[in-house]
């Protein structure tokens, strides 16, 4: 698991953590009963204060994420179906707010979002279609 | 937690110069603290009273519940330090000086000196004068923290040195805490790294401490909102309770402490709109508090 820390990032260090494993459970990197790195391997790694470990740990543990198991260490929890979904949403949610940030300094009204959306979905799915095609062929 | 180093209203004149003025810090067990403030803010002056090299003017110091001038030898049995000039003999070997440091120290850990020296590649029958800057500042890591004090004090630790051998100091911060909960004060003007390895930061400006306490907390506190204008501005918009306002024309990026609401209703007094907003680095916090206390200075 790879985990990028931008201190000039407009978020607190431990939360960079805490999303950045988040979104490896989301999206399968981390599996239920994966082990989390030991508090002084994961600080040595980032080069971050201990302590921002132990709050990033604390923060995921009390968010049902991952269990802490007395004298052996830190696993992701079982309960990964829920929590995903859940996260997905988070996540996607975030770009979406940004998008319409964005959107709104742009001066596109919210009908004119919508249509730009779909005609580039309508253009991913061409050629996804292409390419499978492509492959198809080739093989 | 048990508290370690207690600073309480320390000042200290040199002639006419403020070098502190009234400053506070109390240092808890197993946390990382930073002194952050640019050449001449203090830092090394602070440092210097916590290993009783200079006596308060006014004001008390105490590490370890002790007085560290009236009693340097139980303090320094207990602190390990490494100074930024890091000033080694320069006529003794590598070896020679260890062997000296280590007579002062019951708690001396060979094994721990070893590992250290290997894993840096240093030669031991250098002489001082051989080493080069990194090489310095590894063997003087080394002599700092050998005896594994519950103290360790760094000033500018990462000064004039390249990213390998920093890495090196950033690790022994890292064990030093993490392997016996022991604490850590370290100056540094590398805002980054103070902000990746500190719990706790001191932003000190001309002598007075103009930020302090939890770097989590003192970034939630700080944000950087840009503020837009339909038209634009010759000069920098009326902010009320900005820290610093920089920029030009229509786009003004605004230090704040004041909440996001309320300072979007500001902006919109003022004819402008936030259009986007997070928590400071402590880069921007300092810049812009050291701007609004100059500010300030030429007002008075």
Known sequence: MEIKINPADGVPIYRQIVNQIRYSVASGLLEPGDELPTIRAFALRLKVTPNTIVKAYEELESAGIVQKRHGSGTFVSGERTRLADWERRRIIEQRIDALLTEAHQLDFSGEELFKLIRRRQALLADSRTENQAKDASGS | ?300
């Open chain 2, 1 to 300: 937690m048990s508290t370690l180093v207690e600073v309480d209203a320390l000042s200290r004149r040199y002639g006419a110069t403020i070098a502190l003025d009234n400053v506070s810090l109390k240092a808890d067990v197993g946390l990382v603290y930073g002194l952050v403030g640019a050449n001449g803010a203090g830092k090394t002056t602070l440092i210097k009273h916590l290993l009783g090299l200079l006596r308060p003017h006014q004001g008390q110091v105490r590490v370890f519940g002790l007085d560290p001038v009236r009693e340097p030898v139980a303090v320094l049995r207990r602190v390990g330090y490494l100074s930024e000039q890091r000033d080694l003999p320069e006529w003794m070997r590598l070896d020679e000086l260890l062997r000296y440091t280590r007579a002062y120290h019951p708690s001396w850990d060979r094994a721990y000196a070893d590992q250290l020296l290997d894993s840096f590649g240093l030669d031991r029958r250098k002489k001082f004068s051989d080493l080069s800057q990194g090489m310095r500042a590894q063997a003087g890591l080394v002599l700092a923290v050998a005896h594994r004090p519950d103290l360790l004090v760094l000033d500018e630790p990462s000064s004039g040195l390249d990213v390998v051998v920093r890495q090196d100091i950033l690790d022994a911060i890292v064990r030093t805490v993490v392997e016996d909960g022991r604490t850590v004060v370290f100056s540094s003007h590398l805002l980054d790294e103070v902000e990746r390895m500190c719990d706790h930061v001191t932003v000190l400006h001309e002598g007075r401490v103009v930020v302090q306490g939890s770097v989590d907390e003192v970034r939630a506190t700080h944000r950087v909102s840009q503020v837009r204008f339909p038209r634009q501005l010759d000069s920098s918009p009326d902010i009320e309770g900005a820290l610093s306002i920089a920029g030009d024309g229509r786009a003004w990026s605004v230090v704040h402490t004041s909440a996001l609401e309320s300072l979007r209703e500001i902006a919109l007094r003022a004819g402008g709109e936030i259009t986007e907003s997070r928590i400071a680095t402590l880069e921007e916090i300092l810049i812009a508090r050291v701007r609004r206390s100059n500010r300030q200075r030429q007002a008075a």
